[in-house]
């Protein structure tokens, strides 16, 4: 039984040791990393990080230093590899590298954040003026009681 679990182990972890990066693996990366992917985790889990400070007042700065340190570009990219390489050919990723490198796609890459940015408020201003004009349906057609 102890000879078994040793030659698990070791499988486990020459499969591990063994497996190898595709080239459609290392052109995802690229493409990741071209569009600055990995840059954007990090800021998203910096802005994580100072609302936590925000709300945890009384931990120490050291603690929020070291979460800090442990943010990592590369371990968000390589957890992205399989779901764009699910989702793309070899032949895509080539065309979007490709269209990145270009000036309007260098120029994507920089307004992306800000479109999205700006988008959600403007869809989170639209759904709000929606739900109250379907509340106000409602109420009209007497599904909602007015509120007093």
Do not use: C
């Amino acid at each position: 039984m102890k000879k078994l679990l040793i030659i698990l182990v070791l499988l486990g972890w020459g499969y591990g040791a063994f497996s190898q990066t595709t080239d459609k693996d290392r052109k995802i990366k690229t493409f990741l990393e071209l569009t600055g992917a990995g840059k954007l985790g990090v800021q998203l889990s910096q802005h994580l990080i100072a609302s936590f400070k925000g709300q945890f007042t009384a931990v120490p700065a050291e603690f929020w230093e070291k979460a800090t340190s442990n943010i990592n570009a590369d371990e968000l990219i390589n957890l992205s590899i399989p779901i764009y390489a699910k989702y793309y050919t070899t032949e895509d990723i080539d065309e979007l590298i490709r269209f990145y490198k270009t000036p309007v796609g260098q120029k994507a890459i920089q307004v992306t954040p800000l479109l999205m940015q700006e988008s959600m408020e403007v869809g989170k201003v639209w759904g709000q003026q929606l739900a109250q004009k379907i509340l106000k349906e409602l109420e009209e057609k007497g599904y909602k009681k007015a509120e007093n």
